[in-house]
T-cell receptor, first 109, second 114 residues
Framework: AQRVTQPEKLLSVFKGAPVELKCNYS??????LFWYVQYSRQRLQLLLR??SRESIKGFTADLNKGETSFHLKKPFAQEEDSAMYYC???????????FGQGTRLTINP | KAGVTQTPRYLIKTRGQQVTLSCSPI?????VSWYQQTPGQGLQFLFE???????NKGNFPGRFSGRQFSNSRSEMNVSTLELGDSALYLC?????????????FGDGTRLSIL
């Protein structure tokens, strides 16, 4: 079955430090991969998707099919990056998203 | 452009009752998906609708059902409520049914079962 694993439930880094949120998936085909973010008291929103290959709010994510990973990275963390981050996968062209358990990122001043 | 709207925001029911939740997608969006979010299981897919047709269903019992109307609005129904159905139910809409289309989420309906 398709699965998304985010090994860290909690991640705490200092402002200005690099951030990496890990995401591994299990799917034998070609998945669509996304990172969603939920800031405090806001709704879940798309941060980025692998097909766009763009940087959003300084975040990037590269799909590594060999390692089945889609880690989210930012070189210099900012306090406003504190939020809950979810990695998600869709497959077979369907809108069905399989989510990881999420990582709560806290940026310390 | 207004976002995805879910009503009601909060709902309290007792075991054995049934409940209907509503979702209005972003204008122009024709695909609607539903998810259940609980502390233990996280976000789990319930259903996906496009053009009034259910395209995919998650691994939930038949007590969970849904439908989509011609204006793309969607409802989900849960019958014979159980304590374990207490959760945040999220609706998401997208332009089309392709897996690459990003989904836009509502604030959710928090359902509490007493």
């Amino acid at each position: 079955a398709q699965r998304v694993t985010q090994p860290e439930k909690l991640l705490s880094v200092f402002k200005g430090a690099p951030v990496e949120l890990k995401c591994n998936y299990s799917y034998s085909g070609s998945p669509e991969l996304f990172w969603y973010v939920q800031y405090s008291r806001q709704r879940l929103q798309l941060l980025l998707r692998h097909i766009s290959r763009e940087s959003i709010k300084g975040f990037t994510a590269d799909l590594n099919k060999g390692e089945t990973s889609f880690h989210l990275k930012k070189p210099f963390a900012q306090e406003e990056d504190s939020a809950m981050y979810y990695c998600a996968l869709s497959f077979q062209g369907a809108q069905k998203l399989v989510f990881g358990q999420g990582t709560r990122l806290t940026i310390n001043p | 452009k207004a976002g995805v709207t879910q009503t009601p925001r909060y709902l309290i029911k007792t075991r054995g009752q049934q409940v209907t939740l509503s979702c209005s997608p972003i204008s122009g969006h024709r695909s609607v998906s539903w998810y259940q979010q609980t502390p233990g299981q996280g976000l789990q897919f319930l259903f996906e609708y496009f053009s009034e047709t259910q395209r995919n269903k998650g691994n939930f019992p038949g007590r969970f059902s849904g439908r989509q109307f011609s204006n793309s609005r969607s409802e989900m129904n849960v019958s014979t409520l159980e304590l374990g159905d207490s959760a945040l139910y999220l609706c998401a809409s997208s332009l089309g049914p392709q897996g690459s289309e990003p989904q836009h989420f509502g604030d959710g309906t928090r359902l509490s079962i007493l």
